[in-house]
């Protein structure tokens, strides 16, 4: 398990940078679920789970309007 995480090798850097992308162009109001179609329209395949982790990870969240 720990060699895998350090053979550094980072499967989704393209993806992560792409979520950074969309999220920073759109201020910081689009969640992971915005942010998933946004990438499927960019032509990744990717899981709303995987976003949303991968998020967490990075530290953005979504900013939440209250009603």
Same mark, same amino acid.
């Given at each position: 398990?720990?060699?895998?995480?350090?053979?550094?090798?980072?499967?989704?850097?393209?993806?992560?940078?792409?979520? #950074?992308?969309?999220?920073?162009?759109?201020?910081?109001?689009?969640?992971? @679920? !915005?942010?998933?179609?946004?990438?499927?329209?960019?032509?990744?395949?990717?899981?709303?789970?995987?976003? #949303?982790?991968?998020?967490?990870?990075?530290?953005?969240?979504?900013?939440? @309007? !209250?009603?």
């Amino acid at each position: 398990y720990q060699l895998k995480q350090l053979d550094g090798h980072d499967k989704d850097k393209e993806t992560k940078g792409e979520i #950074q992308e969309i999220y920073y162009e759109h201020k910081g109001n689009y969640g992971y @679920r !915005r942010i998933t179609l946004e990438l499927r329209n960019r032509g990744f395949v990717v899981n709303q789970k995987k976003v #949303q982790r991968l998020m967490k990870l990075l530290g953005l969240s979504s900013q939440i @309007r !209250r009603k």
